[in-house]
């Protein structure tokens, strides 16, 4: 599938005013509104949009579980074709953004959102416009063609251009507010993107462009925007957020976020933190590819290359260095680090981890993977500290 450009896209302080200029614009008399209402009032957006809306028809769809579920979707499907909205606005997290995502292009499809979602059917024509209006510097969902479903449990990636925000607004005044644990779970989860598009099969140069900035920016500010936020810091993890976004558009992403849905929907770890706590040791495993388990087919010196990309970009002078610091910056937001921080420790609990992963995300990493070796690396997780490295 060639990829769409997106229409529009502001990442800049104040951004959020051109919403307001492109719902005038559009004329639209009939919009979609997927809100995350306590995202939308901290965040001083409502003060902002609120007056955009007067004189229009606005659907508000709120209260979803978080991580999007299918019985949502299937809610939000039933409401926006009574609506017959002409455009859509998604404001929040990752969730609102996917649910804004899988709504809109959904209720347009003859198949239902089950089939669409576990991929027994496909997509077969694009909603109205989505603006997509960012309150978190996380997921990047506002640059990807992908949304992230649950059904049972069971966690799918729906993937088409039709699921691309038409529009991207990224404005670092809405995360402003954001509490400790909030920035730091979206920080990972924006830092392990841009890593895991780094080394990712599916990389070009293009990708690799926008990972080399988005993880410079994060490893830089998402301490800082952590645990002394400042303007600057919350701008720099906004454009890591986005830049990751991008990056992982083209790349798509790799081992730790193929195993971080279960530990997610099990263990009710948030997604940042989850795909985090199995970064360094797939750092450590990616960076012993040889010859012989090679998934890229430019070969283990590309790899490896990428594999010192990362190492330099990180300050590390060797990978167990760099590895160390990885856990030390988890640590320093106040998350666990390793599986076992986590209570995951039994080999029961790591065999189901193993047993769980999306095979097609996997075979996205650059070293080959078997069950395994899956289960040997992550039993082994080791404790954090013991490569006794400090925080830049
Ligand atoms: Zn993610």
């Known amino acids: 599938m060639s990829q769409v ?3 529009v896209v502001h990442v800049q302080t104040g951004a959020l005013a051109e919403v307001g200029a492109i719902i005038d614009g559009a004329a639209a008399s009939r919009v979609y509104f997927v809100v995350d209402e306590t995202a939308y009032i901290a965040s001083g957006a409502a003060a902002l949009l609120e007056p955009h809306f007067s004189n229009r028809s606005i659907t508000r769809f709120s209260g979803f579980d978080l991580n999007p579920k299918l019985h949502d979707v299937d809610r939000g499907i039933e409401q926006f074709r009574k609506a017959d909205p002409e455009l859509i606005i998604a404001l929040g997290g990752g969730t609102a953004i996917d649910l804004g995502k899988l709504i809109g292009t959904l209720a347009c499809q003859q ?3 089950h089939d669409v979602i576990i991929g027994k059917a496909g997509i077969q024509c694009s909603g109205p416009p989505l603006i997509a209006v960012p309150t978190t510097a996380g997921t990047g969902s506002e640059a990807t063609h992908f949304a992230v479903a649950y059904v049972d449990g069971t966690k799918y990636s729906v993937a088409h251009n039709a699921l691309l925000p038409d529009y991207a607004i990224v404005d670092s005044m809405l995360t402003h507010s954001l509490p400790a644990g909030i920035t730091a779970a979206t920080g990972l989860d924006a830092f392990c993107q841009a890593i895991e598009s780094i080394w990712a099969v599916g990389a070009t140069e293009k990708s690799l462009e926008y990972a080399t ?3 410079r920016l994060s490893w830089k500010s998402l301490a800082d925007a952590t645990r002394n936020p400042t303007a600057d810091a919350r701008r720099d993890m906004c454009r890591a ?7 992982i558009n083209i790349s798509k992403t790799t081992a730790s976020h193929a195993l971080s849905y279960s530990i997610t929907s099990e263990y009710g770890v948030p997604h940042g933190i989850a795909v985090a706590m199995t970064l360094s040791p797939m750092l450590a495993y990616n960076s012993q590819v040889s010859e ?3 998934a890229d087919s430019r070969g283990p010196e590309h790899v490896l290359n990428r594999i010192g990309l990362i190492t330099e970009l ?3 002078e060797s990978v167990a260095a760099a590895c160390g610091k990885i856990e030390n910056l988890i640590s320093v ?3 666990p680090n390793s599986l076992k921080l986590a209570g995951i420790t039994s080999n029961t609990a790591i065999q189901r981890l193993v047993t769980q992963v999306d095979a097609n995300r996997l075979s996205n990493n650059p070293r080959h993977m078997t069950s395994e070796s899956l289960f040997a690396l992550l039993s082994n997780n080791p404790a954090p500290g013991e490569r006794g490295m400090s925080i830049p």
């Open 111 to 113: 198949e239902s959102a």
């Open 292 to 294: 012989f388990d090679c």
């Open 333 to 335: 937001l106040g998350c």
């Open 5 to 7: 450009e997106q229409h």
């Open 314 to 316: 990180l300050g590390g």
């Open 241 to 247: 957020s986005h830049l990751a976004g991008k990056a």
């Open 213 to 215: 900035e988005s993880a």
